[in-house]
């Protein structure tokens, strides 16, 4: 399933595209659909967001300029290079921004979070035996963490 069309790549490129390169585009857009969903996650075809859609294209896009994943090309006295394609050169791939924003949109933020604690033995909201831990020894009687019943605070 394939989160664009081959119409829209050819949109997208400078070229027209001969019959081999179009079947390395379709597979380049399934590639690419396929990292999309790894990074986000795997919408239903049709209901993915319209960013999805442009992340996959520009994906496909940049593969289809440079398939080999050439650094550097020459040709007489006129050199060009591209020097942001590092490992992932010859292959579909997303930036670091572009996983980003995947993972944004599939609901997956990074960040720090604070989550609930309660200790070993206690109930939420409820009665507990705070300030003791289980000992292997005897299942009835448990160990006092804390000098006094009222705890450390």
Not at 32 to 57: F, I
Not at 106 to 126: D, E, L, M, N, Y
């Amino acid at each position: 399933m394939a989160y664009a069309t081959l119409d829209e790549l050819r949109g997208r490129l400078d070229w027209e595209p001969d019959e081999d390169e179009l079947r390395i585009a379709a597979g380049a857009l399934d590639d690419a659909s396929d990292l999309a969903a790894a990074y986000g996650r795997d919408w239903p075809e049709g209901t993915a967001p319209r960013l999805v859609k442009t992340l996959v294209l520009k994906s496909a896009a940049r593969y289809m300029r440079n398939p080999n994943g050439y650094t550097q090309s020459r040709a007489g006295d006129e050199t060009l290079a591209w020097s942001d394609i590092g490992r992932d050169g010859g292959t579909v791939y997303f930036s670091r921004e572009e996983i980003r924003l995947l993972e944004e949109l599939a609901g997956r933020k990074r960040g720090i979070t604070s989550v609930a604690v309660f200790a070993w033995g206690t109930k939420p909201g409820g009665l507990s035996t705070a300030g003791h831990v289980p000992v292997d020894y005897s299942p009835d009687s448990r160990f006092p963490m804390f000098e006094n019943e009222a705890g450390p605070w």
